[in-house]
């Protein structure tokens, strides 16, 4: 079941809804009690780079910051 996330109006609040695809889009109460909170985009950013031609390449296993262990970002 996918995770969605909402914005409360009243209070500010942002949260996450774990809800099936058939409810993404109804309202939903925020932490604090508030009904009618919304649902908001979503960012993703995917974990890679785009290859000479423009096509996407995914990063190598082994470094935490996608470079595969080889770069001097004092991560590894």
């Known amino acids: 079941m996918p995770m969605y996330e909402y914005f409360c109006r009243r209070c500010n609040a942002k949260f996450e809804v774990l809800r099936s695809m058939d409810r993404s889009d109804d309202a939903a109460a925020c932490p604090a009690g508030h009904a009618g ?40």
Do not use: D, M
Request: proline share 8%.
């Open 37 to 76: 909170a919304v649902r908001t985009l979503s960012v993703f950013a995917p974990v890679g780079r785009t290859a000479p031609g423009g096509s996407y390449e995914r990063a190598a296993p082994g470094g935490g910051c996608a470079c595969g262990g080889a770069c001097s970002c004092g991560g590894h």
